[in-house]
């Protein structure tokens, strides 16, 4: 099969090839053998390029947490699908299991869901990490309920633009960052009730004002430590700031006094350390997801498409900021 290998940390160009690997065969009887339809392309998989896997002595090695694609064998235990079935899922791509930048791949099928019936194998690959993720960030680490303000960071961004989706559904006042009038239009039409240029507003300031002063009842930082520092003197009294990120050694003095809760949302973590009854929980994510995709009432926006052998553009396309919502690879 045709796969993207990382052969050591470094440079995208310098470091991702494309070559033929033999495909990979099942090796438990829970496993189903998948056709990759396509593969997106997310912010970790550019660090993992970066800075090295999760894992030692595991190079060379496949990237590409989120897949899609169409089972083409099953092992004689699986009864959750069958061979035609359209998966998606997010598995792989650390260093411990094959990543999906890939024509093949191999997993138990405790980790695939059905793919929404409404998208193609390229919108269904955009989605698993960057939806578990938000719903991760919101609902479970940030505790939203009907009626509280949200604050949520590079809202036209892969986790940000189903942040923005995911807080209206559960009832809330979005308030959207954004860098551009072009994602402003964007984070509008997916429900955020206003929105603010950090490039030329103070988001703070602005925050506070919306607000009475107030604050919001909870932020989402999808961009880092400096962020997420000027975040708590935006964030109400009492209210919780959610971060994706780590955030260094930031003085979370101003947040004590605000008694704020303070949240990670790492979704890799199930993963990376076997917690199969949260990995479980991920799977009920997007299982409801895609009803809500199927329904119309969620959107995946993705803004390029690139072929296989285009991985190492899309890393540097995606290292240099400003992604819009989703980049995919189309395998098949």
Known sequence: MKAIVMTRPGPAAEVLELRDLPEPALTAPTQIKVRLGAAGVNPIDTKVRRRGLFYADALPAVLGCDGAGEVVEAGAEVDRFRVGDRVWFCNGGLGAEQGNYAEYTVLDQRWAAPMPATLDFVGAAAGPLVLITAWGALYDRGRLQPGQTVLVHAAAGGVGHVA?????????????TVGSPEKAALVKRWGADETIDYRTQDFVAEVNALTGGRGADLVLDTVGPE????????????????TLLDIGDTSLAEARMRNLRIGFELMLVPMLRKLDEARDHHLEILRTCGEWIDAGKLELYVSGVHPLEEAARVHEFIEAGHTTGKRVLRIV
């Open 227 to 242: 962020a997420f520092r000027r975040s708590i003197d935006c964030t109400a009294h009492f209210g919780d700031l959610v």
């Open 164 to 176: 923005v989706q995911l807080a209206k559904r559960r009832g809330a006042r979005v308030i959207a």
